[in-house]
């Protein structure tokens, strides 16, 4: 009976098997780090994180490291490819990066392609992470597994990546306090729009000689808090007219000039009228200012982005705000599928009803 016992082999192959879950490493892994931008800091990370290709099940994909900064979601793998140079979008985001702001949807998986419940800002998270998939809002699908990762690191990217992805408020994101040094050296002729001889030198661009500026916002007298102190109107508006009439529209935002050429077309954007006793009377005094600033007198075309407050059956009305997000909603869903047999139920089914969308 002994002999037999030490005839049983008792030898065990690596080859081909996968780390088990328990974040033991040998540290044959080498580990990789994000390009940072000055003030970004990494809020959350895993490592041995596996990006699925898309459209593909679990069996294909890249390996590396998954990074959440103050600034965007970016993934470093441990081997590059020939093709991923050309990838590079700009100089402050990397192949495999994302920008939070960027960020639509993130979605609980169970390590492979198919979704299994959506994460809502201060919502619950599971005590386990195996899986995120990232939809991007111009509908690039992103999904990760961490089934080859630490313990309790997918947790972690995925609390990081809720919090700062999602803020209360735009102004606490990174993108709007992050400032490259400035240089004093900068080449002349690179306009800026700081000053009113920037905006000046625009409207000689634009050959617009029936505009003219105005720096009443930096004053005193200032109406519109959230513009600069520079600001273009039609030459027969007076700058106590702007202040009588920036009341009538939300945060004050009168129309204001933001592009033009020499035949007399021009883009204006202005704030929400307000359903106050003269915003009728108001808008129809600025719209004959604007009329007047046209060569031929033309009168200006009006699209209401929230729809007209005073008046909705308005044929130049878009749709109410809530009907183009649900609209939005439903393209993004129909143009991210999870996996190649997904894509050809939907193709299908949209060739099979005669519809055609083009891109």
């Not at 970016?74 to 192949?95: A, K, W």
């Not at 201060?122 to 990760?144: A, I, R, S, W, Y």
């Not at 597994?145 to 735009?170: C, D, Q, T, Y």
Request: aromatic fraction near 10%.
């Amino acid at each position: 009976m002994n002999e037999k016992k030490k005839l049983v082999q008792n030898f065990k192959s690596y080859i081909n098997v996968s780390p088990k879950n328990n974040g033991e490493k040998n540290g044959a892994i080498q580990e990789v780090k994000p390009k940072l931008l000055n003030g970004e800091l990494v809020v959350g990370a895993a490592h041995s994180v596996v990006m699925l290709t898309p459209l593909s099940e679990r069996d294909r994909g890249r390996l590396g490291s998954l990074f959440v900064t103050n600034y965007k979601l970016s993934f470093v793998p441990m081997e590059y490819s020939q093709g991923d140079e050309y990838g590079q979008r700009n100089f402050l985001l990397g192949t495999f990066d994302v920008p939070l702001t960027g960020v639509g949807a993130v979605w609980l998986t169970d390590g492979g392609p198919v979704r299994r419940r959506s994460l809502m800002p201060g919502g619950d998270m599971p005590g386990k992470v195996k899986g995120l998939q990232v939809v991007c809002k111009n509908m690039k699908v992103l999904t990760f597994s961490f089934a080859n990762s630490p313990i309790g690191s997918g947790r972690r990217v995925a609390m990081a990546l809720m919090h700062h992805a999602f803020p209360k408020r735009h102004d606490l994101l990174f993108a709007y306090e992050y400032k490259e040094p400035y240089y004093p050296t900068l080449p002349p002729e690179l306009n800026m729009f700081q000053r009113p001889g920037d905006w000046k030198r625009e409207l000689d661009r634009c050959e617009c000689p029936h505009w003219r500026i105005t720096c009443i916002n930096g004053t005193s007298d200032a109406f519109m808090l959230t513009a600069g102190e520079t600001l273009i109107v039609p030459s027969s508006v007076l700058d106590y007219n702007l202040i009588s009439s920036a009341r009538h529209f939300r945060s004050g935002r009168v129309p204001i000039w933001v592009w033009g050429r020499p035949e007399g077309a021009a883009l204006l954007r202005s704030g929400e009228l307000l359903q106050t006793d003269q915003s009728a009377t108001t808008e129809s005094v600025l719209l004959e200012q604007v009329r007047r600033s046209h060569p031929k007198l033309t009168p200006p075309h009006v699209a209401y982005l929230c729809g007209h407050p005073l008046n909705t059956e308005r044929a130049n009305a878009l749709p109410p705000l809530s009907t183009l997000a649900a609209a939005h909603r439903k393209l993004v869903d129909l143009c991210t599928p999870t996996t190649l047999a997904d894509f050809w139920v939907r193709l299908m089914f949209h060739f099979s009803d005669g519809s055609l969308f083009i891109f």
